[in-house]
């Protein structure tokens, strides 16, 4: 395994296990998988639950990092590796664009998963109503027809 140091390079046989771990230091997670979306809730605006591809199989995954993108602004968040979902706010009409990037122990990145692009929308119906009792009933007494008053 040659060893390059500037614009000159040495060919030098290292020891198989500090190969390896140069290559395991080196080498990028795999790219995550796509985001579902879980849930959302009303309140004064819309509350999205986001679940999370299943963390890659590698040993050394410190974090993943989720860029949501809302209306062009984007907000980057650092989450754990075992997180298995995230939520965030956003108003009706936004357009909103999620990204995942898996970050290993050493600092490398992933490639980006493939964005999760939606536009914020109502669906989320009034609740039902009910509550409909009688609360007074009472005798009118209406005029007949035909009948004169005096």
């Given at each position: 395994?040659?060893?390059?140091v500037?614009?000159t390079?040495?060919?030098?046989?290292?020891?198989r296990?500090?190969?390896?771990?140069?290559?395991?230091?080196?080498?990028?997670?795999?790219q995550?998988?796509?985001?579902?979306?879980?849930?959302?809730?009303?309140?004064?605006?819309?509350?999205?639950?986001?679940?999370?591809?299943?963390?890659?199989?590698?040993a050394?995954?410190?974090?993943?990092?989720?860029?949501?993108?809302?209306?062009a602004?984007?907000?980057?968040?650092?989450?754990?590796?075992?997180?298995?979902?995230?939520?965030?706010?956003?108003?009706?009409?936004?357009?909103?664009s999620?990204?995942?990037?898996?970050?290993?122990?050493?600092?490398?990145?992933?490639?980006?998963?493939?964005?999760?692009?939606?536009?914020?929308?109502?669906?989320?119906p009034?609740p039902?109503?009910?509550?409909?009792?009688?609360?007074?009933?009472?005798?009118?007494?209406?005029?007949?027809?035909?009948?004169?008053?005096?």
């Amino acid at each position: 395994m040659p060893i390059f140091v500037g614009d000159t390079w040495w060919a030098v046989w290292l020891p198989r296990w500090l190969r390896r771990w140069l290559r395991w230091l080196f080498v990028a997670p795999p790219q995550p998988a796509p985001l579902t979306i879980n849930s959302q809730r009303e309140v004064t605006v819309l509350r999205y639950t986001i679940d999370m591809p299943p963390k890659p199989a590698i040993a050394d995954l410190a974090g993943r990092e989720v860029t949501i993108t809302l209306n062009a602004a984007a907000d980057v968040r650092t989450l754990g590796p075992d997180d298995a979902s995230f939520q965030f706010d956003t108003d009706v009409g936004v357009a909103v664009s999620i990204t995942l990037v898996d970050i290993d122990t050493s600092g490398n990145r992933s490639a980006p998963s493939p964005a999760l692009s939606f536009t914020a929308t109502d669906t989320v119906p009034p609740p039902v109503p009910g509550g409909l009792a009688v609360a007074n009933v009472e005798q009118i007494d209406t005029p007949q027809k035909g009948s004169k008053k005096k």
